[in-house]
């Protein structure tokens, strides 16, 4: 059984052990490095374990042993006292595919969400995470910006996605939504086609934090090498034309993507359901994850 609670002063050794092994182990995933955390003196450890109206960091436990954590921190100010974020986060390696991280951002959530004048919750994650989109996407967290190297590990540069839950904004209903399938023939100019890939690698972590994506595929043309068919499954025809459209996700999606096409392609939607008598192959690669 995994109980989760707030890190009290007298646990500071195996919080900050715990940290210092998520530093370590995961360098690409944290702002922070182990090279310098590894120093961090005793009264510092403890100021991190912070635990009153502007903060808090939780722990999961199991056996009374601590397996994972989690940050949160509040705006101080006048002007930042509506938001707060999230930072830390991290399940020990022995302990994941358990659903520990999602109980440590459920409790989170539900404090802030007590939180009197609260109404923006943050948290950033490196693109390449995509266990971590999949997992801040389904509790309702949406990306509002990419930040292109926003870490550089062993040299090597990493975007980081930004991302936000509001506060109060109405649960989604599952009644009556009926999933659909956008497509689009993708034309690219002659000569940058491996620059629109590129391109497109970034821009599939913006539409991954998107409320109501469901996964997405690109596929090259057999017969040319400069057409791709996408393909984007979304919970409603409204995620799409509204969601996603009108967020400023959809700005940079246009930014990075719509320069290469030639000429722009007409999109459109389709039922996701066979019509009788077709059949489809449960175990192509490409399909839409499982919801």
Known sequence: MTTIRIIPYEEAAAFWT??????????????????EAKDTTDEGIRDRLQN??????????????????????RGT????????FIWGMYVASSHRGQGIGRLLMEEVIQRATAMNGLEIVTLSVVTTNTGALKLYRSLGFVIYGTEPCALRVDGECLDEAHMAYRI??????????????EA???????????????????????????RGYLGHELRACVEDDHKYLLLVHWESLEDHTVGFRESSAYQEWKNLLHHYYDPFPVVEHFHPNLLPGTKRNDKEEGSPPSQ
């Open 52 to 73: 009153d109206d502007n903060g808090f960091v939780l722990g999961a436990y199991q056996d009374n042993r601590l397996v994972g954590m989690i940050g949160f921190k």
């Open 18 to 35: 715990l940290r210092l092994e998520a530093l370590r182990q995961h360098p690409t995933a944290f702002g922070s490095s182990w090279e």
């Open 168 to 181: 109060g904004a109405a649960p989604r209903s599952k009644d009556h939504e009926q999933p659909i399938l």
């Open 77 to 84: 100010s006048i002007k930042e006292r509506h938001k707060a």
């Open 184 to 210: 689009a023939l993708l034309s690219i100019i002659p000569g940058r086609k491996e620059e629109f890939e590129a391109s497109f690698i970034q821009a599939s972590a913006i539409i991954a934090g998107i």
